[in-house]
């Protein structure tokens, strides 16, 4: 694929980019080694007092960012100002407390005969980001913040459709104050993503992507013991109980598909409604869906902009058109809209079964499917009956259906009454085909680091002396 902006609104290549050569990718790698020898040496004072310029770097650009992102891959204006307030709100998070994050912690030293034993937390190096271009400030973001702040230098490998995106990574962290060369944006193709990790200057990787190239990264990460950190698709479900509030969970789970377009790996996709309240919720699910406002994403009064890519448009068709050639029954949407860009309208599939794609595939759009169910084994079952396992939604104000969904979901995060969403102070990450490490919290800024333990004995004789 080109490195190119070109607007999903109208298709239209705005500006186009020259791939790094091998050649220069080395000499990058090269100065990103360089560059750790010193900055690991910095305190976390110095690295907080930059990652707060960042933040407020962020505030001040804005307006500007959020109309970049707009246009280069089709989130609504308004979904970007969140992002963007969303990425300094993550900067400020670890520059107040990676210290306490990262702090040493004691060990018990008289149980392994030492004067005193604890285990470090310790920068590791380069470490390269593959990043992806549905949220394409927060998710590089939440990578390069912890990073950074944890002593260690980012090479950001981002999507191609989104380059000037990228570039505005890296150069927030040089006005920021951070050293050179300790943030670098690498405008490259993906074949090359297995040169940077092959060279011995990168000492780790983190990818947000699809399952296969999560497998890619991770073959060569392993081939090379390389840690690597990945956050992979989803299809997370969301279960709606008899004690459910049908109206507030029926509202939360339109926004919960069609954020940022409907292209989250942790948007909610299948709607599992228990059979005493389906026709209710369903009527009040469709209704809203019905009522959301597709077109322009740089209008106010717009709710959903166009997919990012042409291609995306074609996948998320044939899942709809395979599900209702096999017996879907389409309650609103279904076809794609005439004109210009990459638009595809709300759409919502009942009497979905195993046999069609869409349940077992990731929808990457607008698309909704519904599902019924008799009890609560069922719904278990049928959250649980996917490839992937990383965000779950429960509805139901039974603390008993809450704990056993809490003990029987096999996902890296449920939400109780609420929709799946990330903070900087919970872990993110998931299990099965969603990948494995964890990014935010105490956990995302430890999974680059090195646990080292330190023992000190007596000093001896001629030492005291």
Not at 42 to 65: H, I
Request: charged share 20%.
């Amino acid at each position: 694929m080109a490195i190119a902006t070109v607007n999903p609104t109208t298709g239209e290549t705005l500006k186009t980019f020259e791939a790094l050569g091998d050649a220069e990718i080395r000499d990058r790698i090269a100065r990103a080694a360089a560059a750790f020898t010193s900055y690991r040496l910095t305190t976390f004072e110095q690295r907080a007092g930059w990652m707060r310029a960042a933040a407020d770097l962020l505030d001040a650009d804005s307006e500007q960012l959020a109309q970049l992102m707009t246009t280069e891959m089709g989130k609504t204006v308004k979904a970007a100002r969140a992002e963007v307030a969303k990425c300094a709100a993550g900067c400020r998070f670890y520059a107040d407390h990676a210290a306490e994050f990262l702090a040493d912690e004691p060990a018990d030293a008289g149980a392994v005969k030492a004067v005193e034993a604890y285990a470090c937390y310790q920068p590791m190096g380069p470490v390269l980001a593959v990043m992806p271009w549905n949220f394409p400030m927060w998710q590089a973001m939440r990578f390069a913040a912890p990073a950074l702040m944890a002593g260690n230098v980012g090479l950001l490998k981002h999507a191609s459709n989104v380059p000037q995106t990228a570039l505005y990574m890296e150069e927030l962290f040089r006005r920021a104050g951070f050293p050179a060369d300790v943030f670098q944006t690498l405008l490259a193709s993906a074949d090359k993503v297995e040169l940077i990790l092959t060279d011995p200057r990168v000492v780790a990787a983190t990818l947000t992507g699809s399952t296969p190239a999560g497998r890619s990264v991770a073959a060569i990460g392993g081939k090379q013991l390389k840690k690597t950190v990945l956050e992979l698709g989803g299809s997370d479900p969301s279960v709606v109980m008899p004690s459910a509030d049908l109206a507030k969970s029926a509202a939360v789970a339109v926004t919960a598909r069609v954020q940022n377009n409907g292209q989250s790996c942790i948007a909610a996709k299948r709607f599992l409604v228990h059979a005493d309240v389906a026709a209710e919720w369903t009527r009040l699910f469709v209704e809203k869906m019905q009522a959301l406002v597709v077109g322009d994403p740089t209008d106010a009064a717009t709710d959903i902009g166009p997919l990012a890519t042409a291609s995306g448009v074609t996948d998320l068709e044939d899942l709809v058109d395979d599900a209702v050639q096999k017996g879907a029954k389409v309650l609103c949407g279904g076809s794609r809209p005439a004109g210009a860009g990459w638009f595809y309208p709300p759409t919502v599939l009942a009497d979905v079964d195993e046999s069609m794609e869409i349940w077992t595939e990731e929808a990457f759009g607008p698309v909704a499917v519904v599902r019924t169910f008799a009890d609560l084994d069922e719904a278990v079952r049928l959250a649980n009956d996917t490839q992937f396992g990383l965000g779950s939604n429960f509805w139901t104000d039974d603390p008993a259906e809450q704990q056993r969904f809490v003990r029987d979901a096999e996902a890296g995060m449920v939400f109780l009454n609420g929709m799946t969403t990330s903070y900087p102070e919970l872990p993110f990450g998931g299990l099965k085909n969603s990948g494995y490490g964890r990014e935010l919290a105490a956990q995302g800024i430890r999974e680059f680091c090195n646990v080292k333990s330190v023992w000190r004995g007596e000093a001896s004789k001629g030492a005291e002396e």
